[in-house]
């Protein structure tokens, strides 16, 4: 079956550690997204890369960072500098970052800082 | 910029009755516009999205929505709710070709449907 996978679903790490967040897609799409959700304020996109190799900041990117050295394979760092990172993560891709292009979602990591 | 407002963060109907979820939007040209669903603890899922062919756009589930540019409003209806229709609905905007917001998704807050038996 085709489709995104993120991993773990559920994380959880103290206070002034890094954690990475991984998310995988075998549907040979080129655009991948990360997006943050919290309760009442739908999703904010963090990081999306357009081609391997190349990525750009969405709105709230302060505090994270990513890779894309595959194609199918974009993972995002929460690192220490994000002030508030309890939050659901999701991983999106879509064939093109054209406007009409479908997003497809994974199911999600919980993030819990403790 | 591209916006979208979900009237109501919270709808409640009873089984059977017509679900009615509103969604309106800001764009500086005609937008590509989508409804996504959410179940607890998962990801999202398309529901049906608008590409200018039609203005009535059927999708998944029995769901539907109307496009009108004059209202810029893209409302989500379906005639008879059913249990299984509870979760969370996302209306979302992407600015076509030309706009400054061209190829990003921007979503509203969402709205949380209820269904009594």
């Known amino acids: 079956d085709g489709g995104i996978t993120q991993s773990p679903k559920y994380l959880f790490r103290k206070e002034g550690q890094n954690v990475t967040l991984s998310c995988e897609q075998n549907?040979?799409?080129?655009?991948m997204y990360w997006y943050r959700q919290d309760p009442g304020q739908g999703l904010r996109l963090i990081y999306y890369?357009?081609?391997?190799?190349?990525?750009q900041k969405g709105d709230i990117a302060e505090g994270y960072s990513v890779s894309r050295e595959k194609k199918e394979s974009f993972p995002l760092t929460v690192t220490s500098a994000q002030k508030n990172p309890t939050a659901f993560y999701l991983c999106?891709?879509?064939?093109?970052?054209?406007?009409?292009?479908?997003?497809?979602f994974g199911p999600g990591t919980r993030l819990t800082v403790l | 910029a591209q916006s979208v407002t979900q009237l109501g963060s919270h709808v409640s109907v009873s089984e059977g009755a017509l679900v009615l979820l509103r969604c309106n939007y800001s764009?500086?040209?005609?937008?590509?516009l989508f409804w996504y669903v959410q179940y607890p603890n998962q990801g999202l899922q398309l529901l049906l999205k608008y590409t200018s062919a039609a203005t009535l756009v059927k999708g998944i589930n029995g769901f539907e929505a109307e496009f009108k540019k004059s209202e810029t409003s893209f409302h989500l209806t379906k005639p008879s709710a059913h249990m299984s229709d509870a979760a969370e609905y996302f209306c979302?905007?992407?600015?076509?070709?030309?706009?400054?917001?061209?190829?990003?998704?921007?979503f509203g807050q969402g709205t949380i449907l209820t269904v009594h038996p």
């Open positions: 549907l040979n799409h080129d655009a």
């Open positions: 890369s357009q081609i391997v190799n190349d990525f």
């Open positions: 764009s500086s040209v005609p937008p590509y």
């Open positions: 999106a891709s879509s064939m093109g970052t054209g406007g009409v292009d479908t997003q497809y």
């Open positions: 979302a905007v992407s600015a076509r070709a030309g706009g400054t917001s061209y190829g990003k998704l921007t």
